[in-house]
């Protein structure tokens, strides 16, 4: 089992599952067994809406169970594969192979070794042709199924466009096939026939002599062209409002709701802009009641409201100011993560501001006019200042800046402006108190399918690293900081963007030399991935840096986002006039083909009526400056014992805020709840006494904070007893002067009879010195840690007596430990020293041993209640 796994790997909450409104069905009871799978750890898989959306949505069907599962790190699939576990889902742990249907989400390209690792993870042949009718069934949706061709080999079916309703038809069919009982290709042809699916086996592909595609041919007569789903309203689709809220800190820790789906901009290089029109706006009172229940089903300090660009939202200010209104005495802050120069008014910072500062980041792509002209995205530099200075004098410190290099027609010229526009938005931040810091980020221009660029070369990998080399030049000094990508991994992501199949082998020797993680950069395998393209006869500029002519037959011609191939052309040749296409939200439709029938644009209607303005959180704490404190004692058992210390924290305050706790928050810029807790406990550690400290904003009886809180708290943290305290007072962490630990190696291979454990603890102490090596900001440095040793003894677990008077519900040790001999030890804390490290050395145990002791804190010395 993959749960026995979890001590001897880094952050076990990645594995852990039962999470805040995740969701476990009975698997006996279920027609179709789904499993959603990111091709990428947890955290930024779990960062994911359209992972939240199709989760739910599925669950909320009669019959369906749907579950999770993620790539996992280099440590637990180094043991997966040494016991030959497959890899298996979070909520019920059942291999990926016993699932009907296994759907990957493809959102980069270098994710794709993964989804082959995965496979291969989960003992599932890799190849479609491979798998019969009893393997489950592998679908591939996401971005990069608008060209999944490199992928062909390996999927029965993709989806394009958007998921909400097509999932449903899926599945529809998928349980029907199952329930009559035919082969494996009648249910292909049953999918083919579901606008949006793919199916690549349906298709022949032939090439010319010149390495192009001589023919796409269709096999299936009503299966030639297949185009992108689209849901028309985004009021009537589903929307999770209770959405899992992960233990660990993942990459994007808010609630995130999509306000505006497309985007009309038209910028040329950005395929997301073609393939998700048309624009549909969802109205601001199904936001406001959607922001409202999930947040107390969450328990988030942040919303994202998230869009292509957020600013172009049709009643952006007056739903911002809503929002502000509403949640600001809960200190909940509202984030735009995606905001055009142009739509970044005073307004809008000033609303941001009143809670806490979310970051801003700027992206001009481009620092001159030219260069935006053939990109179709304007950004007056005037206008670009203007609003630094402005977000610099309200206070924030840091913006962010986005450019790409490689553009087409880019010179070196546009570098230099890059440069000279960077330290012009850093000098605006040295003119308040304290010098504000500019972060310039740095991309890649990648050509992408279904784009007016689609038909441009990109850079060679010499050409990018030179102009990066340039770049890092030029771009230093004070309050300046530049980061950019690592440029094989932008060559790799051009040569798979618009690759073919013939790319499907190079993928499988990528993954038999080891290539996986490849969007990381200290783990790209370019070696490996140098002898693959050549192993196989593959000239990887062939797919990356060659100019495609306008009648070429392209790999993914047969695949349609909506928009005419004539519109992208039309674009194209006005990128090369310097040509500006206007936003069609402005003015007349620009006829690209997406919209027709019941497929158009859809804009929001107004909110009836703008918010009343309220007194700010700090004139209310001002007029009620009286708080009182919670004491609480809880429990740390189970599973919990893998959640590290700032994991648990979060927790906590979330478990709160569902719970309606009334928190005391701090001042300043970034108000945190008070909260406190004793000093963190090793991972891995069981805690029968931890204690928190809670301020809160008004009276609330300790008995019924109690029953809220636990209420919230996941399976292993419970509060077992509370106290109303005093304000004044030592703080927790340095209350108590020893911890006191019982250990047990009842899950080592090897057995430790007692008259041998008894005498080397005796040794242990008789020695004078007990010197570990510790290791210190990199440093290794010898300490004798027997002075920190308060008590080191055997003790019988039926009869352990421990100094404090233990609470009714402090489980026995007996249900904590299945060996009767234990061992006790106490540290005091100006130690800082693991128990187990200390029992590592006397017991002469190796590292993984030490990590499978059974280790749980009874006592924390002197008492506290």
């Not at 497959?86 to 980069?108: A, K, T, W």
């Not at 939202?313 to 993560?337: D, F, G, N, W």
Request: contains cysteine; neutral net charge.
């Amino acid at each position: 089992m993959t749960r026995d796994l979890l001590p001897l790997v880094s952050r076990p909450s990645r594995y852990l599952g039962e999470e805040v409104n995740s969701c476990r069905k009975d698997l006996q009871q279920a027609r179709l067994r789904f499993a959603l799978v990111f091709p990428d750890v947890y955290e930024i898989g779990m960062s994911h809406l359209g992972m939240q959306i199709l989760y739910g949505l599925l669950n909320s069907q009669e019959g369906i169970v749907c579950e999770r599962a993620f790539s996992p790190w280099f440590d637990m699939e180094a043991l997966l594969r040494s016991r030959n576990i497959p890899l298996s889902s979070l909520e019920s742990h059942m291999p990926l192979r016993d699932f009907d249907v296994i759907g990957l989400s493809l959102q980069y390209e270098l994710c794709y070794t993964n989804v082959l690792n995965i496979l291969s993870l989960a003992q599932i042949p890799l190849l479609a042709r491979e798998r019969e009718a009893d393997m489950p069934l592998i679908i591939g949706g996401g971005p990069c199924a608008f060209n999944p061709e490199p992928l062909a080999d390996f999927f029965d079916a993709f989806v394009l466009g958007d998921g909400e309703e097509v999932v449903l038809e899926v599945v529809d069919c998928i349980r029907r096939w199952k329930e009559y009982g035919s082969d494996k290709d009648t249910l292909l042809k049953e999918l083919a026939s579901i606008e949006g699916v793919y199916i690549p086996s349906f298709f022949r592909v032939s090439y010319g002599a010149d390495g192009t595609i001589g023919r796409l041919e269709p096999l299936m007569a009503h299966h030639r062209q297949v185009t992108k789903r689209i849901v028309s309203d985004l009021n009537e689709i589903y929307c999770p409002l209770a959405p899992i809220v992960p233990f660990m800190k993942v990459i994007h820790d808010r609630l995130s709701v999509e306000i505006t789906r497309g985007c009309t901009r038209g910028c040329r290089f950005c395929q997301a802009g073609y393939t998700y029109r048309p624009v549909r706006e969802r109205d601001p009172q199904v936001l406001l009641d959607i922001i409202d229940e999930s947040l107390k089903r969450t328990g988030y300090e942040e919303v994202s409201l998230l869009s292509l660009s957020t600013g172009d939202y049709s009643h952006i200010s007056l739903l911002l100011q809503t929002l502000v209104r509403k949640y600001e005495k809960e200190r909940i802050a509202m984030s735009l993560p995606s905001l055009r120069v142009g739509t970044l008014t005073g307004e809008l910072i000033e609303e941001i501001k009143r809670v806490r500062k979310t970051g801003f980041t700027l992206a001009p792509e481009a620092a001159t006019e030219r260069l935006q002209r053939i990109i179709n995205k304007i950004t007056d530099e005037g206008e670009l200042l203007d609003t630094v200075a402005r977000v610099f004098a309200e206070g924030w410190n840091l913006i962010k800046l986005y450019f790409m290099v490689g553009l087409p027609s880019e010179v070196e010229g546009d570098l230099r402006e890059i440069v000279a526009l960077s330290q012009k938005v850093s000098r605006q931040g040295g003119r308040g108190k304290r010098r504000a810091g500019v972060n310039v980020s740095i991309s890649t221009f990648v050509p992408k399918p279904h784009t007016p660029f689609q038909w441009e070369p990109q850079l060679a990998l010499e050409e990018i690293e030179e102009r990066q080399r340039y770049l890092r030049e030029g771009l230093k000094g004070r309050g300046l900081r530049l980061k950019w990508h690592d440029a094989r991994m932008s060559f790799l992501e051009g040569v798979f963007s618009r690759g073919d199949r013939r790319l499907g082998e190079v993928l499988l020797k990528a993954h038999q030399r080891g290539c996986k993680f490849d969007g990381w950069t200290e783990h790209l395998k370019w070696r490996e991935w140098e002898e693959s393209l050549g192993g196989v006869g593959v000239d990887a500029t062939f797919y990356a840096c060659r100019r495609r002519e306008p009648s070429e037959v392209l790999p993914w011609g047969h695949l349609s986002c909506g928009v005419e191939e004539g519109f992208l052309k039309d674009e194209w040749n006005k990128a090369r006039e310097g040509v500006i296409t206007p936003d069609c939200r402005e003015g007349e439709c620009l006829r690209c083909g997406v919209c027709e029938r019941e497929i158009k644009m859809v804009l929001a209607e107004p909110i009836l009526s703008p918010p009343a303005l309220s007194i700010s959180s700090r004139e209310v704490v001002h007029k009620r400056p009286w708080v009182k404190k919670i004491r609480s004692q809880f429990l740390k058992v189970g599973e919990a014992r893998f959640i590290g210390h700032l994991e648990m924290v979060d927790i906590f305050v979330r478990a709160a805020r569902r719970a309606g706790i009334p928190m005391k928050f701090s001042e300043g810029f970034h108000p945190l709840p008070k909260i406190s807790f004793t000093n963190p406990l090793p991972l891995g550690t069981e805690s029968l006494m931890e204690f928190m400290d809670l301020e809160l904003a008004r009276y609330m009886r300790a008995g019924e904070f109690k029953e809220r809180l636990n209420r919230e708290l996941p399976l292993g943290l419970r509060i077992i007893d509370v106290h109303e305290m005093a304000l004044k007072g030592r703080p927790l962490p340095t209350v108590f002067e020893v911890d006191r630990f019982i250990i047990s190696p009842e899950n080592l291979d090897r057995a430790f009879p007692e008259d041998e454990l008894r005498g080397k603890l005796r040794q242990a102490l008789k020695g004078g010195e007990l010197t570990l090596i510790q290791e210190k900001k990199k440093e290794k440095r010898r300490v004798n840690v027997l002075p920190f040793v308060e008590r080191l003894q055997l003790v019988q677990r039926d009869f352990y007596l421990p100094s404090v008077p233990v609470h009714a519900e402090v489980p026995p040790l007996k249900e904590l430990f299945n060996r009767e001999l234990l061992i006790e030890i106490g540290i005091k804390k100006e130690g800082r020293v693991r128990p187990t490290a200390i029992l590592q050395y006397i017991l002469g145990l190796t590292p993984q041993e030490d990590e499978l002791l059974k280790v749980v804190k009874t006592e924390s010395l002197p008492p506290l209640l």
